[in-house]
């Protein structure tokens, strides 16, 4: 069975940016605009690469594409 576990930070209602940061665990809190979660969980829905994967996303600094190829590299 195929699972993807996703820990988003506090949720916002403000604008998504567009931006992320994604790891297995985060030691502080963070949020995260509704958008953009919902814009991360499109592309785990769409790829095959977070197979059996649980992590944290917070907004940060990353393009969403380009932090989750981040993660997805520092976990293989």
């Known amino acids: 069975m195929n699972y993807t576990i996703l820990h988003p930070g ?3 209602n403000a604008a998504g940016s567009g ?3 994604a790891a297995q665990y985060f030691d ?3 949020e ?3 958008e ?3 814009t991360v969980l ?3 829905v769409t790829s ?3 197979n059996h994967q649980e992590f944290q996303i917070i907004s940060g600094d990353q393009d ?3 932090a989750l190829t981040q993660f997805e590299n520092e976990t293989d």
């Open 10 to 12: 506090a949720l916002t």
């Open 19 to 21: 931006k992320i940061e």
């Open 28 to 30: 502080g809190k963070g």
């Open 32 to 34: 995260i605009p509704r």
């Open 36 to 38: 953009d979660v919902a």
């Open 42 to 44: 499109k592309e785990i």
């Open 48 to 50: 095959n690469h977070f």
């Open 64 to 66: 969403i594409k380009d």
